[in-house]
């Protein structure tokens, strides 16, 4: 990190489009590679600073907080080969 190279290699042998990704990170460097990977960045701070916010485009103090509800502007793709989930 920050090269993108490992995600867009788990994203190709997924055959899963970067724009249907996220990328959870508790450091900038997580949220570096995931923007160069062209995925949706989500800041994991449990502390709620958020020193690095500007690399984000979503921020939770917990991971739960995902479950809640849809991030915007965030598509999963549904059903298709590739998906590890069957979703």
Do not use: I, N, Q
Request: hydrophobic share 40%.
């Amino acid at each position: 990190k920050p090269s993108p190279a490992g995600v867009l290699r788990l994203l190709e042998s997924w055959r899963a489009d970067a724009r249907s990704a996220v990328m959870v990170g508790d450091y900038r460097l997580d949220l570096l590679c995931g923007r160069a990977a062209g995925a949706v960045t989500v800041y994991l701070d449990p502390s709620g600073r958020f020193d690095f916010a500007e690399l984000a485009d979503h921020r939770v103090r917990r991971l739960d907080e995902l479950l809640l509800e849809p991030l915007p502007g965030h598509r999963p793709r549904r059903g298709g080969g590739g998906d590890p989930l069957g979703a």
